[in-house]
């Protein structure tokens, strides 16, 4: 079993930062691809970020291209997003994903593991 936890969501302005935590325990983190998702009210959960596990790659949906930045932190089991340049349209509850076996994907239902979320707000 994997317990997941995310913190450091908030409301910040058009153009601001925040940076997203998810604190993993249970198994051994470093062999899970890990991922964001985020679920704005009324629209499906939609694939954010996705980090592998061995080489590290990451993948991001277009529109957060250039603005997100994944990572992970081994040795505290722990990764994070970087999002700067936040626009309202960024606005959802932002959701911690581990994936048990496989490499990363951009589908929800190929993670095994989720935190409750976080909410971010982006006011204009």
């Known amino acids: 079993q994997v317990q997941l936890v995310e913190s450091g969501g908030g409301l910040v302005q058009a153009g601001g930062s925040l940076r997203l935590s998810c604190a993993a325990s249970g198994r051994t983190f470093s062999n899970y691809p890990m991922a964001w998702f985020r679920q704005a009210p009324g629209k499906e959960r939609e694939f954010v970020a996705s980090?592998?596990?061995?080489?590290?790659?990451?993948h991001y949906v277009d529109s957060v291209k250039g603005r997100f930045h994944i990572s992970r932190d081994n040795a505290k089991n722990t990764v994070h997003l970087q999002m700067n340049s936040l626009k309202p349209e960024d606005t959802a509850v932002y959701y911690c994903a581990a994936r048990v076996g496989g490499s990363y994907s951009y589908y929800a239902p190929d993670y095994d593991f989720w935190g409750q979320g976080t909410q971010v707000t982006v006011s204009s």
């Open positions: 980090l592998s596990a061995g080489s590290g790659s990451t």
